[in-house]
Protein backbone atom coordinates (compact mmCIF):
# COMPACT_ATOMS: atom_id res chain seq x y z
CA UNK A 1 0.00 0.00 0.00
CA UNK A 2 1.25 3.27 -1.11
CA UNK A 3 0.10 4.88 2.83
CA UNK A 4 3.48 2.83 3.80
CA UNK A 5 5.94 4.19 1.28
CA UNK A 6 7.38 6.49 3.23
CA UNK A 7 8.50 4.01 5.98
CA UNK A 8 11.39 2.03 5.89
CA UNK A 9 11.36 -1.44 6.29
CA UNK A 10 12.58 -1.12 10.13
CA UNK A 11 9.90 1.28 10.91
CA UNK A 12 6.80 -0.50 8.62
CA UNK A 13 7.91 -4.23 10.56
CA UNK A 14 9.21 -2.90 13.97
CA UNK A 15 6.37 -0.04 14.70
CA UNK A 16 4.06 0.47 12.28
CA UNK A 17 2.85 -3.33 12.74
CA UNK A 18 2.74 -3.33 16.54
CA UNK A 19 0.88 -0.88 16.09
CA UNK A 20 -1.74 -2.04 14.16
CA UNK A 21 -2.10 -5.41 16.66
CA UNK A 22 -2.46 -2.56 19.43
CA UNK A 23 -4.89 -1.01 17.74
CA UNK A 24 -7.01 -3.41 15.93
CA UNK A 25 -10.35 -3.55 18.31
CA UNK A 26 -10.49 0.26 17.85
CA UNK A 27 -9.70 0.44 14.48
CA UNK A 28 -12.32 -2.38 13.58
CA UNK A 29 -14.85 -0.89 16.35
CA UNK A 30 -14.26 2.41 14.18
CA UNK A 31 -14.64 0.79 10.69
CA UNK A 32 -17.52 -1.56 11.42
CA UNK A 33 -20.03 1.20 13.10
CA UNK A 34 -19.43 3.10 9.86
CA UNK A 35 -21.56 2.02 6.35
CA UNK A 36 -19.38 1.37 3.58
CA UNK A 37 -21.91 0.64 0.78
CA UNK A 38 -21.58 4.37 -0.34
CA UNK A 39 -18.81 7.47 -0.22
CA UNK A 40 -19.87 10.34 2.16
CA UNK A 41 -18.13 12.66 4.62
CA UNK A 42 -18.82 9.70 7.61
CA UNK A 43 -16.64 7.26 5.44
CA UNK A 44 -13.89 10.02 4.47
CA UNK A 45 -13.84 10.88 8.50
CA UNK A 46 -13.59 7.52 9.63
CA UNK A 47 -10.79 6.50 7.79
CA UNK A 48 -9.17 9.73 7.81
CA UNK A 49 -9.32 9.30 11.86
CA UNK A 50 -8.49 5.58 11.12
CA UNK A 51 -5.09 6.65 10.10
CA UNK A 52 -4.23 9.50 12.35
CA UNK A 53 -4.36 6.53 15.17
CA UNK A 54 -2.19 4.60 13.18
CA UNK A 55 -0.19 6.99 13.25
CA UNK A 56 -0.12 8.10 16.56
CA UNK A 57 0.07 4.71 17.68
CA UNK A 58 3.71 3.55 15.38
CA UNK A 59 4.74 7.12 16.89
CA UNK A 60 4.49 6.34 20.08
CA UNK A 61 5.33 2.51 19.92
CA UNK A 62 8.95 4.59 19.24
CA UNK A 63 8.59 6.89 22.42
CA UNK A 64 7.32 4.09 25.15
CA UNK A 65 9.54 1.06 23.47
CA UNK A 66 12.97 3.53 24.13
CA UNK A 67 11.26 4.10 27.49
CA UNK A 68 10.90 0.37 28.28
CA UNK A 69 14.35 -0.68 26.74
CA UNK A 70 15.70 1.83 29.61
CA UNK A 71 14.14 0.37 31.99
CA UNK A 72 14.87 -3.11 30.94
CA UNK A 73 18.36 -2.75 30.32
CA UNK A 74 18.04 -4.40 27.19
CA UNK A 75 19.71 -3.57 23.42
CA UNK A 76 22.99 -2.56 25.10
CA UNK A 77 23.76 -6.30 26.06
CA UNK A 78 27.84 -5.32 26.51
CA UNK A 79 27.68 -8.22 28.99
CA UNK A 80 27.65 -10.79 26.24
CA UNK A 81 31.39 -10.14 25.59
CA UNK A 82 32.18 -11.23 28.91
CA UNK A 83 33.94 -14.10 29.61
CA UNK A 84 31.71 -17.01 30.83
CA UNK A 85 28.94 -15.57 29.21
CA UNK A 86 27.97 -18.71 27.22
CA UNK A 87 25.89 -17.04 24.62
CA UNK A 88 28.89 -16.93 22.11
CA UNK A 89 32.13 -19.34 22.09
CA UNK A 90 35.02 -18.22 24.04
CA UNK A 91 37.48 -18.76 21.12
CA UNK A 92 35.59 -17.12 19.26
CA UNK A 93 34.73 -14.10 22.07
CA UNK A 94 38.47 -14.01 22.01
CA UNK A 95 39.60 -13.04 18.28
CA UNK A 96 36.13 -10.87 18.13
CA UNK A 97 37.44 -8.79 20.98
CA UNK A 98 41.00 -8.53 19.50
CA UNK A 99 39.61 -7.32 16.23
CA UNK A 100 37.08 -4.65 17.83
CA UNK A 101 39.95 -3.53 20.32
CA UNK A 102 42.52 -2.73 16.95
CA UNK A 103 39.46 -0.77 15.06
CA UNK A 104 38.83 0.97 18.65
CA UNK A 105 42.55 1.55 19.03
CA UNK A 106 41.79 0.59 22.50
CA UNK A 107 43.19 -2.00 24.62
CA UNK A 108 40.57 -5.11 24.96
CA UNK A 109 39.95 -6.07 28.59
CA UNK A 110 41.39 -8.75 30.48
CA UNK A 111 39.97 -11.17 32.52
CA UNK A 112 41.30 -9.29 35.44
CA UNK A 113 39.89 -5.94 34.17
CA UNK A 114 36.26 -7.52 33.64
CA UNK A 115 36.28 -8.28 37.58
CA UNK A 116 38.23 -5.58 39.17
CA UNK A 117 36.96 -2.48 36.85
CA UNK A 118 33.58 -4.11 35.53
CA UNK A 119 32.80 -0.51 34.62
CA UNK A 120 35.64 -0.10 32.36
CA UNK A 121 34.85 -3.10 30.68
CA UNK A 122 31.03 -2.88 30.41
CA UNK A 123 32.07 0.80 28.36
CA UNK A 124 34.49 -1.14 26.42
CA UNK A 125 31.98 -3.45 25.04
CA UNK A 126 29.85 -0.86 24.74
CA UNK A 127 32.11 0.68 22.12
CA UNK A 128 32.62 -2.25 20.47
CA UNK A 129 28.69 -2.93 19.45
CA UNK A 130 28.44 0.59 18.89
CA UNK A 131 30.82 0.31 16.52
CA UNK A 132 29.71 -3.26 14.90
CA UNK A 133 26.17 -1.00 14.58
CA UNK A 134 27.81 1.05 12.65
CA UNK A 135 29.94 -1.02 10.41
CA UNK A 136 26.92 -3.55 10.00
CA UNK A 137 23.98 -0.97 8.49
CA UNK A 138 23.86 -2.89 5.09
CA UNK A 139 20.48 -4.91 5.56
CA UNK A 140 21.18 -6.68 2.44
CA UNK A 141 24.78 -8.08 3.51
CA UNK A 142 23.55 -8.42 7.27
CA UNK A 143 20.35 -9.69 6.64
CA UNK A 144 20.24 -11.98 9.88
CA UNK A 145 21.54 -9.35 11.89
CA UNK A 146 18.94 -7.07 10.31
CA UNK A 147 16.41 -9.69 11.18
CA UNK A 148 17.24 -10.03 14.69
CA UNK A 149 16.61 -6.38 15.47
CA UNK A 150 13.34 -5.97 13.84
CA UNK A 151 12.11 -9.39 15.78
CA UNK A 152 13.38 -6.63 18.84
CA UNK A 153 12.24 -4.33 18.36
CA UNK A 154 8.63 -5.12 17.11
CA UNK A 155 8.47 -7.22 20.60
CA UNK A 156 9.75 -4.46 22.68
CA UNK A 157 7.57 -1.86 20.48
CA UNK A 158 4.40 -3.70 20.84
CA UNK A 159 4.81 -4.29 24.53
CA UNK A 160 5.85 -0.53 25.06
CA UNK A 161 2.29 -0.29 23.79
CA UNK A 162 0.49 -2.97 25.63
CA UNK A 163 -1.24 -0.92 28.71
CA UNK A 164 -2.37 1.90 26.59
CA UNK A 165 -3.78 -1.14 24.10
CA UNK A 166 -5.41 -2.53 27.33
CA UNK A 167 -6.79 0.90 27.92
CA UNK A 168 -8.47 1.09 24.33
CA UNK A 169 -9.82 -2.18 24.54
CA UNK A 170 -11.89 -1.32 27.92
CA UNK A 171 -12.82 1.81 25.97
CA UNK A 172 -14.08 -0.29 23.14
CA UNK A 173 -15.55 -2.45 25.24
CA UNK A 174 -17.69 0.32 27.09
CA UNK A 175 -18.65 1.67 24.22
CA UNK A 176 -20.01 -1.70 22.48
CA UNK A 177 -21.99 -2.28 25.58
CA UNK A 178 -23.54 1.15 25.99
CA UNK A 179 -24.71 0.73 21.74
CA UNK A 180 -26.03 -3.03 22.66
CA UNK A 181 -27.81 -1.52 25.94
CA UNK A 182 -28.90 1.96 25.24
CA UNK A 183 -29.44 1.49 21.67
CA UNK A 184 -28.99 5.02 19.84
CA UNK A 185 -30.97 5.93 16.71
CA UNK A 186 -27.76 6.40 14.71
CA UNK A 187 -26.20 2.76 15.77
CA UNK A 188 -29.58 1.38 15.41
CA UNK A 189 -30.58 2.25 12.06
CA UNK A 190 -27.23 0.33 10.94
CA UNK A 191 -27.67 -2.71 9.13
CA UNK A 192 -26.74 -5.78 11.30
CA UNK A 193 -25.41 -3.69 13.93
CA UNK A 194 -25.80 -6.27 16.62
CA UNK A 195 -23.48 -9.03 15.12
CA UNK A 196 -20.80 -5.93 13.98
CA UNK A 197 -20.82 -5.09 17.92
CA UNK A 198 -20.63 -8.56 18.95
CA UNK A 199 -17.64 -9.24 16.26
CA UNK A 200 -15.56 -6.27 18.02
CA UNK A 201 -16.54 -7.53 21.62
CA UNK A 202 -14.89 -10.70 20.67
CA UNK A 203 -12.11 -9.16 19.15
CA UNK A 204 -11.62 -7.07 22.33
CA UNK A 205 -12.01 -10.35 24.50
CA UNK A 206 -9.15 -12.33 22.40
CA UNK A 207 -6.85 -9.37 21.63
CA UNK A 208 -6.67 -8.54 25.41
CA UNK A 209 -6.08 -12.95 25.97
CA UNK A 210 -3.28 -11.97 23.26
CA UNK A 211 -1.38 -9.03 24.94
CA UNK A 212 -1.57 -10.55 28.20
CA UNK A 213 -0.27 -14.47 27.55
CA UNK A 214 2.48 -13.49 24.21
CA UNK A 215 3.88 -9.96 24.96
CA UNK A 216 5.92 -9.65 27.92
CA UNK A 217 9.17 -8.85 29.47
CA UNK A 218 10.55 -11.99 29.07
CA UNK A 219 10.33 -11.98 25.17
CA UNK A 220 11.64 -8.98 24.68
CA UNK A 221 14.91 -10.04 26.77
CA UNK A 222 15.24 -13.01 24.51
CA UNK A 223 14.99 -11.21 21.46
CA UNK A 224 17.74 -8.49 23.02
CA UNK A 225 19.78 -11.33 23.41
CA UNK A 226 19.39 -13.05 20.42
CA UNK A 227 20.32 -9.75 18.43
CA UNK A 228 23.17 -8.79 20.70
CA UNK A 229 24.49 -12.21 19.89
CA UNK A 230 24.25 -11.95 15.99
CA UNK A 231 26.22 -8.38 16.90
CA UNK A 232 29.36 -9.87 18.21
CA UNK A 233 29.24 -12.70 15.42
CA UNK A 234 29.36 -10.53 12.56
CA UNK A 235 32.75 -9.76 13.89
CA UNK A 236 32.98 -12.84 11.58
CA UNK A 237 32.08 -11.19 8.03
CA UNK A 238 33.85 -8.25 8.67
CA UNK A 239 37.41 -10.04 10.02
CA UNK A 240 37.23 -11.96 6.60
CA UNK A 241 37.83 -9.20 3.99
CA UNK A 242 40.75 -7.61 6.08
CA UNK A 243 42.57 -11.50 6.24
CA UNK A 244 42.43 -11.20 2.36
CA UNK A 245 43.78 -8.07 2.20
CA UNK A 246 46.29 -8.91 4.34
CA UNK A 247 47.03 -12.27 1.93
CA UNK A 248 47.21 -10.19 -1.20
Not at 36 to 46: D, F, R, T
Not at 134 to 144: G, I, N, Q, S, W
Request: hydrophobic share 45%.
Amino acid sequence: MEIFGQFDTYSLKARVFPALIAGFPTLLLLFVLVPWHHLALSQVIAASMGLVLLFAFAEMARHRGKKLQERLGTGETPGQWLRGNPDVPEGSKDRYRSFVADQLRLPAPTLEDEKSYPEGAADFYRSANAWLREETRDHVKYDLLFGENVTYGFRRNLLGLKPTALLCNLVVLVLCGGILYLRPSYFAALPNIDEKVYLAVAAVFLHSAYLMVAVHKSAVREASHAYGRQLILSCEALIRPQKSNSND
